[in-house]
């Protein structure tokens, strides 16, 4: 029965099948001539026939009639939608009588091969009124092939598709384990994947949700989604309506920063794993090039309930990805190839020769070479090279592309989709090759602005007090308007995409602004981006030094410097020296290559540690869409106390050696838990936790990235004790749970350390066991162009994403380290490499290893002495400063190295130890594990023995899978943050607290 709400007195000599085709027609006339009346004289015996015929001469005067002759294959593409729009009562009058417009939609149906898409316009209309009729439109009577809700969500164009499209679930949904077993493609460039989204999907086409729309949006909002999609997916249908339902809708859309909610109500009769075979239609569907509303139609019938917005519709199209792939291709170098199989070039283009590179080119980029090869991650390769490659130019290919396309028939999902999928991969590695080819300069640029005699006048040469000012932010290229940063920001290094990137700005000067301002860009492939502008009002006199910091997906990418001087209001202009003005300093440029940040994970937060003008500690942290700074005075007491701590352990190994929860290790662990609960007090609960309302559950986050501008800066986050603290008596004692919570790498819901944490401690309750914290440090700005403070070269880009472990390590000691303590680990990385294992008795045969062997791994046990720019390490009864530290001394050609650096330090001082960091960074270093606390000889080479252990195990069964050939979900590929957390786990559970203090500097995201 069909609720025909206000058109019931209309309809009444109409069944149900005739009010739905009348409601059709009436609507799809309502939307193209609004407020027209439909011409068809009441009671002629042609009326039927003349309300059709108005109809099909609108459709076709309106250009909506898309329908198109038979290909040569016999098959009817489809047809663009046609806007339908409710009549509003009044317009009723206005229209043929309801059984007249019924007859003249079934006429029109029966003229047309195809049913019509109809796009409902919703506007006019309540959702109360509206989703009623949208449902009578389904009805089999109306023959559309889709009805979707076409203006939920207004087209920004930020919404983006990719080839392979993902289909995919979280890891808490009710089909995670379903999606986990599905069997890999049935060949290499299959058009989708289903998986288990998590943090190395940050971007998906579809997300899955197995609950109701209620339930969904409350899942979002309790808890943040590691990744964001285009389109979702709610298999438990609606279950709200009118207002209600618009705010679900949109609370989804929002969190997942989607253009399309499609919510399907569930069969009775059905479980869960019933979707799977549904949803392989569906996704089967796409690859024929059906378009979306379609295909959902198709596969889900009357059970869909879909808001899709524009933009969505048309890019998510097969034949659309035709016109993307070409413009990419034709954007490469005009000396650029292509490896491709000649399958692939026979279905796009017929026949191979005519897109083959002329052979004069290099032959480093031929296919099947060096670069082929290395390109071949993820693009359908066997073996690290294409069945039958044949190296081809990218702009013959798009120029045939274009011209055979109109002939794609994508009758399977083997034909023109999976070539295109492997063009789409194939352009990826190479777009990721040519990512430090910068097409365009663009700059980070501000603009002040005072009111002056009622108009804005713009300001260049300093601030004054009490005098309001609005802040204009943007990344655009040189312009005399703007003021720029004195390096260009590497936009041109961001994920190729047809759409603009989204990313987070966050101005601050902690002496003007009591808290940081939070704002968006939205940056395109070319041009400035949008402008984002704050207003505040200077306070002090003083000088000024505001932070602007550009993130993306959580993760700090640059900060500048705004530099000026805040003079009293009353100081005249003229009273300033003649040179004053404002100016930028690039501060912090924390990635260099940013070609592979589509791929990069998402962080839950980012927090940047420097300093004020007047010298005070300062934290900036961002999370989410919130932002906030704190003054970190005093915090120094208690990371004294924590290293003094551990420097007690350090000097009296066998205290702490019988068992974790043996010996002393149990009043070691209550004293740091409890200085770790001051830390929380300070750091989280007046900041963090007011996340909790926005959907990231502080406790339960796992990702954090820590960028500290100075040396000085470095702050124990890994010391942080989020557990209530426990009391300081003698009655306190391990959880009976820990050493399994430590295996598990989670607690057990309900052990006795949850149930009475005051009578417990536990080490999954610190920081530096439970969350991925990734850390950089500045290098000296003498060092670096432009004066800019931080800069880190080696990461993860391109093809160049995996430690290689395995080819060979370098090994030193101090003198104050026995040999007999590190002949065990001398024994261990024999046996476990492949490649020579060297031993460098001092700093110059340590320079002549990394020179003439090119080790993978380094490996030192230093001792450390002198301060600041006299700090230097002894290796063999020889110590060498490391200001300026050569790139002979860690990386000169191959693989980046991975520096164990756990040295000692008499004078416990962390702090002194951090500067060593930055010089190794420099040198080439891809990430260095050190520690944030005094390490004493023994201890160290124990807990770098067990951190090697597991980290080398982790790397051989990662190289293992990958020969293997076996499909592994995207986040069971082990990155670098995930296996050392795990390594410092398994360390504890053999009585290595010192574990505790171990600390990685470096992406987070170089796989194993």
Same mark, same amino acid.
């Given at each position: 029965?069909?609720?025909?709400?206000?058109?019931?007195?209309?309809?009444?000599?109409?069944?149900?099948?005739?009010?739905?085709?009348?409601?059709?027609?009436?609507?799809?006339?309502?939307?193209?001539?609004?407020?027209?009346?439909?011409?068809?004289?009441?009671?002629?015996?042609?009326?039927?026939?003349?309300?059709?015929?108005?109809?099909?001469?609108?459709?076709?005067?309106?250009?909506?009639?898309?329908?198109?002759?038979?290909?040569?294959?016999?098959?009817?593409?489809?047809?663009?939608?046609?806007?339908?729009?409710?009549?509003?009562?009044?317009?009723?009058?206005?229209?043929?009588?309801?059984?007249?417009?019924?007859?003249?939609?079934?006429?029109?149906?029966?003229?047309?091969?195809?049913?019509?898409?109809?796009?409902?316009?919703?506007?006019?209309?309540?959702?109360?009124?509206?989703?009623?009729?949208?449902?009578?439109?389904?009805?089999?009577?109306?023959?559309?092939?889709?009805?979707?809700?076409?203006?939920?969500?207004?087209?920004?164009?930020?919404?983006?598709?990719?080839?392979?499209?993902?289909?995919?679930?979280?890891?808490?949904?009710?089909?995670?384990?379903?999606?986990?077993?599905?069997?890999?493609?049935?060949?290499?460039?299959?058009?989708?994947?289903?998986?288990?989204?998590?943090?190395?999907?940050?971007?998906?086409?579809?997300?899955?949700?197995?609950?109701?729309?209620?339930?969904?949006?409350?899942?979002?909002?309790?808890?943040?989604?590691?990744?964001?999609?285009?389109?979702?997916?709610?298999?438990?249908?609606?279950?709200?309506?009118?207002?209600?339902?618009?705010?679900?809708?949109?609370?989804?859309?929002?969190?997942?920063?989607?253009?399309?909610?499609?919510?399907?109500?569930?069969?009775?009769?059905?479980?869960?794993?019933?979707?799977?075979?549904?949803?392989?239609?569906?996704?089967?569907?796409?690859?024929?090039?059906?378009?979306?509303?379609?295909?959902?139609?198709?596969?889900?019938?009357?059970?869909?309930?879909?808001?899709?917005?524009?933009?969505?519709?048309?890019?998510?199209?097969?034949?659309?990805?035709?016109?993307?792939?070409?413009?990419?291709?034709?954007?490469?170098?005009?000396?650029?190839?292509?490896?491709?199989?000649?399958?692939?070039?026979?279905?796009?283009?017929?026949?191979?020769?005519?897109?083959?590179?002329?052979?004069?080119?290099?032959?480093?980029?031929?296919?099947?070479?060096?670069?082929?090869?290395?390109?071949?991650?993820?693009?359908?390769?066997?073996?690290?090279?294409?069945?039958?490659?044949?190296?081809?130019?990218?702009?013959?290919?798009?120029?045939?592309?274009?011209?055979?396309?109109?002939?794609?028939?994508?009758?399977?999902?083997?034909?023109?989709?999976?070539?295109?999928?492997?063009?789409?991969?194939?352009?990826?590695?190479?777009?990721?090759?040519?990512?430090?080819?910068?097409?365009?300069?663009?700059?980070?640029?501000?603009?002040?602005?005072?009111?002056?005699?009622?108009?804005?006048?713009?300001?260049?040469?300093?601030?004054?007090?009490? %005098?309001? $000012?609005?802040? &204009?932010?943007?990344?655009?290229?040189?312009?005399? =308007?703007?003021? *720029? !940063?004195? @390096? #260009?920001?590497?936009?041109?290094?961001?994920?190729?995409?047809?759409?603009?990137?989204?990313?987070?700005?966050?101005?601050?000067?902690?002496?003007?602004?009591?808290?940081?301002?939070?704002?968006?860009?939205?940056?395109?492939?070319?041009?400035?981006?949008?402008?984002?502008?704050?207003?505040?009002?200077?306070?002090?006199?003083?000088?000024?030094?505001?932070?602007?910091?550009?993130?993306?997906?959580?993760?700090?990418?640059?900060? %500048?410097? $705004?530099?000026? &001087?805040?003079?009293?209001?009353?100081?005249?202009? =003229?009273?300033? *020296? !003649?040179? @004053? #003005?404002?100016?930028?300093?690039?501060?912090?440029?924390?990635?260099?290559?940013?070609?592979?940040?589509?791929?990069?994970?998402?962080?839950?937060?980012?927090?940047?540690?420097?300093?004020?003008?007047?010298?005070?500690?300062?934290?900036?942290?961002?999370?989410?869409?919130?932002?906030?700074?704190?003054?970190?005075?005093?915090?120094?007491?208690?990371?004294?106390?924590?290293?003094?701590?551990?420097?007690?352990?350090?000097?009296? %190994?066998?205290?702490?050696?019988?068992?974790?929860?043996?010996?002393?290790?149990?009043?070691?662990?209550?004293?740091?838990?409890?200085?770790?609960?001051?830390?929380?007090?300070?750091?989280?609960?007046?900041?963090?936790?007011?996340?909790?309302?926005?959907?990231?559950?502080?406790?339960?986050?796992?990702?954090?990235?820590?960028?500290?501008?100075?040396?000085?800066?470095?702050?124990?986050?890994?010391?942080?004790?989020?557990?209530?603290?426990?009391?300081?008596?003698?009655?306190?004692?391990?959880?009976?749970?820990?050493?399994?919570?430590?295996?598990?790498?989670?607690?057990?819901?309900?052990?006795?350390?949850?149930?009475?944490?005051?009578?417990?401690?536990?080490?999954?309750?610190?920081?530096?066991?439970?969350?991925?914290?990734?850390?950089?440090?500045?290098?000296?700005?003498?060092?670096?162009?432009?004066?800019?403070?931080?800069?880190?070269?080696?990461?993860?880009?391109?093809?160049?994403?995996?430690?290689?472990?395995?080819?060979?390590?370098?090994?030193?000691?101090?003198?104050?380290?026995?040999?007999?303590?590190?002949?065990?680990?001398?024994?261990?990385?024999?046996?476990?490499?492949?490649?020579?294992?060297?031993?460098?008795?001092?700093?110059?045969?340590?320079?002549?290893?990394?020179?003439?062997?090119?080790?993978?791994?380094?490996?030192?046990?230093?001792?450390?002495?002198?301060?600041?720019?006299?700090?230097?390490?002894?290796?063999?009864?020889?110590?060498?400063?490391?200001?300026?530290?050569?790139?002979?001394?860690?990386?000169?050609?191959?693989?980046?190295?991975?520096?164990?650096?756990?040295?000692?330090?008499?004078?416990?001082?962390?702090?002194?130890?951090?500067?060593?960091?930055?010089?190794?960074?420099?040198?080439?270093?891809?990430?260095?594990?050190?520690?944030?606390?005094?390490?004493?000889?023994?201890?160290?080479?124990?807990?770098?023995?067990?951190?090697?252990?597991?980290?080398?195990?982790?790397?051989?069964?990662?190289?293992?899978?990958?020969?293997?050939?076996?499909?592994?979900?995207?986040?069971?590929?082990?990155?670098?943050?995930?296996?050392?957390?795990?390594?410092?786990?398994?360390?504890?559970?053999?009585?290595?607290?010192?574990?505790?203090?171990?600390?990685?500097?470096?992406?987070?995201?170089?796989?194993?």
């Amino acid at each position: 029965m069909i609720d025909r709400q206000y058109l019931a007195a209309w309809s009444l000599d109409l069944d149900d099948a005739g009010f739905a085709q009348a409601l059709a027609a009436a609507g799809v006339w309502t939307a193209a001539r609004p407020g027209e009346p439909l011409a068809a004289p009441a009671g002629s015996e042609r009326a039927p026939a003349a309300s059709a015929a108005s109809i099909v001469d609108l459709l076709a005067a309106a250009g909506e009639q898309q329908a198109r002759d038979d290909d040569a294959r016999g098959r009817q593409r489809s047809r663009a939608p046609l806007d339908w729009q409710a009549p509003p009562p009044a317009a009723l009058a206005t229209l043929p009588t309801a059984s007249v417009l019924a007859a003249a939609w079934s006429s029109l149906v029966d003229q047309v091969s195809a049913g019509p898409r109809l796009a409902v316009r919703s506007r006019a209309q309540g959702w109360k009124t509206l989703l009623p009729m949208v449902h009578a439109l389904q009805q089999p009577a109306v023959a559309a092939a889709s009805v979707f809700v076409a203006d939920a969500f207004a087209a920004d164009g930020r919404v983006d598709w990719q080839l392979p499209f993902r289909i995919a679930v979280l890891p808490d949904d009710l089909l995670a384990g379903s999606f986990a077993e599905i069997p890999a493609p049935p060949q290499p460039g299959w058009p989708y994947r289903f998986s288990v989204a998590g943090r190395a999907t940050p971007r998906l086409e579809v997300l899955v949700f197995s609950g109701s729309l209620r339930h969904t949006a409350a899942r979002l909002l309790h808890r943040r989604s590691p990744s964001r999609a285009a389109l979702v997916l709610v298999l438990g249908g609606i279950d709200a309506v009118g207002d209600a339902l618009e705010a679900l809708l949109r609370v989804v859309a929002a969190e997942l920063s989607a253009e399309g909610v499609v919510c399907i109500a569930p069969r009775a009769d059905a479980n869960s794993d019933a979707a799977l075979p549904t949803l392989q239609g569906f996704a089967d569907a796409l690859s024929h090039d059906t378009p979306l509303d379609v295909a959902l139609a198709h596969c889900f019938g009357q059970r869909v309930t879909a808001f899709l917005g524009g933009d969505l519709l048309r890019i998510s199209a097969l034949s659309h990805s035709v016109a993307t792939l070409t413009a990419r291709l034709r954007a490469l170098p005009d000396d650029a190839e292509l490896a491709l199989s000649e399958r692939s070039l026979w279905r796009l283009v017929g026949d191979p020769d005519q897109v083959a590179a002329p052979p004069t080119r290099g032959a480093t980029r031929a296919a099947g070479g060096d670069r082929g090869r290395a390109r071949g991650q993820g693009s359908g390769r066997v073996g690290g090279v294409l069945p039958s490659a044949r190296s081809v130019s990218p702009a013959l290919l798009a120029r045939r592309m274009d011209e055979a396309s109109r002939d794609y028939g994508y009758d399977h999902e083997s034909d023109e989709a999976s070539s295109l999928t492997e063009v789409a991969s194939e352009l990826r590695g190479r777009e990721g090759e040519d990512a430090g080819e910068q097409p365009e300069l663009r700059f980070i640029q501000h603009r002040f602005w005072r009111r002056h005699d009622a108009q804005l006048v713009e300001e260049r040469q300093r601030l004054q007090v009490g %005098v309001p $000012i609005l802040l &204009r932010l943007r990344i655009g290229p040189p312009d005399e =308007a703007w003021q *720029s !940063a004195p @390096e #260009a920001f590497p936009a041109h290094e961001l994920p190729r995409s047809e759409q603009p990137h989204r990313l987070q700005v966050v101005f601050h000067e902690p002496t003007q602004l009591d808290a940081p301002l939070l704002g968006e860009l939205i940056l395109p492939r070319f041009g400035p981006s949008s402008v984002a502008e704050f207003v505040f009002t200077p306070r002090r006199r003083a000088a000024f030094a505001g932070r602007v910091s550009v993130l993306h997906r959580g993760r700090v990418l640059q900060t %500048v410097l $705004i530099h000026a &001087r805040v003079a009293a209001a009353d100081e005249a202009l =003229a009273a300033g *020296s !003649a040179g @004053e #003005a404002i100016r930028q300093q690039v501060e912090a440029r924390v990635r260099q290559h940013w070609g592979e940040l589509g791929a990069r994970r998402r962080f839950d937060a980012a927090f940047i540690l420097n300093h004020s003008n007047e010298q005070r500690p300062l934290l900036t942290g961002v999370a989410g869409k919130r932002a906030w700074a704190k003054d970190l005075s005093g915090i120094e007491e208690p990371i004294a106390s924590i290293n003094q701590l551990l420097s007690d352990v350090a000097h009296s %190994v066998a205290d702490y050696s019988e068992g974790l929860t043996s010996g002393d290790n149990r009043k070691l662990f209550v004293k740091l838990a409890r200085l770790g609960a001051d830390l929380y007090s300070s750091l989280v609960i007046d900041n963090l936790q007011p996340l909790q309302r926005a959907g990231m559950d502080v406790d339960e986050a796992t990702h954090i990235q820590l960028v500290s501008t100075r040396a000085d800066a470095v702050v124990p986050f890994e010391f942080i004790y989020q557990y209530l603290p426990p009391d300081d008596d003698a009655g306190v004692d391990f959880c009976p749970n820990a050493l399994q919570a430590l295996a598990d790498g989670a607690c057990t819901q309900g052990c006795a350390g949850q149930q009475e944490p005051r009578r417990h401690v536990c080490p999954m309750g610190f920081w530096g066991l439970r969350k991925v914290i990734e850390r950089h440090v500045y290098n000296p700005a003498i060092d670096v162009p432009d004066q800019a403070e931080v800069i880190v070269q080696a990461e993860p880009v391109g093809t160049r994403v995996r430690l290689q472990l395995d080819q060979g390590a370098l090994v030193g000691y101090s003198q104050e380290v026995k040999a007999s303590d590190v002949a065990p680990l001398l024994a261990a990385l024999r046996e476990q490499l492949p490649e020579t294992v060297h031993v460098a008795g001092n700093w110059d045969e340590w320079k002549q290893a990394v020179s003439g062997s090119h080790p993978s791994l380094l490996v030192a046990f230093p001792h450390n002495t002198g301060e600041r720019q006299d700090i230097a390490l002894e290796i063999g009864g020889v110590a060498f400063k490391t200001l300026r530290l050569p790139r002979e001394y860690v990386h000169v050609d191959g693989a980046y190295p991975l520096l164990l650096l756990l040295g000692c330090d008499t004078a416990s001082s962390a702090q002194q130890y951090a500067n060593h960091i930055r010089y190794f960074r420099q040198a080439g270093a891809a990430v260095i594990v050190s520690t944030i606390a005094t390490v004493f000889g023994p201890h160290a080479v124990r807990v770098g023995e067990k951190l090697l252990e597991v980290l080398l195990a982790i790397h051989r069964q990662s190289t293992a899978d990958e020969q293997s050939g076996a499909p592994r979900q995207p986040d069971a590929v082990p990155c670098l943050g995930e296996a050392l957390r795990e390594a410092k786990r398994q360390a504890l559970r053999e009585s290595l607290p010192m574990a505790l203090c171990v600390v990685a500097f470096g992406d987070a995201d170089w796989r194993l």
